[in-house]
């Protein structure tokens, strides 16, 4: 989906743009993620209106809370049992 973002972005397609940042704070909401999420839908927000000044740094800021959260996850993420 951050992908599908930066491509929206890149092509000023607001609707795309829109569509990526609004599954992407679905699914922020669905793991707690309250930063990243509260950028998404300030995202989804701009691009809904068809402004996309400033929604590069917003998905920049996107990005970056992407990477917390998968630190996150990932040191949540059980163990593997010993084989």
């Known amino acids: ?14 609707p795309q743009l829109a569509r990526a940042a609004h599954t ?19 995202l989804e927000t701009f691009a809904n209106g068809g ?3 400033g929604a590069e740094e917003l998905l920049a800021v996107v990005e970056k809370e ?10 949540e993420r059980p163990a593997r049992a010993a084989a």
């Open 66 to 75: 992407f990477s917390y959260v998968r630190v996150a996850l990932e040191h």
């Open 24 to 42: 992407l704070r679905g699914s922020c909401s669905n793991f707690g993620a309250e930063r990243m999420r509260a950028a998404c839908q300030q």
């Open 1 to 14: 989906m951050l992908a599908e973002a930066r491509n929206a972005l890149t092509a000023n397609a607001s």
């Open 51 to 53: 402004v996309l000044e």
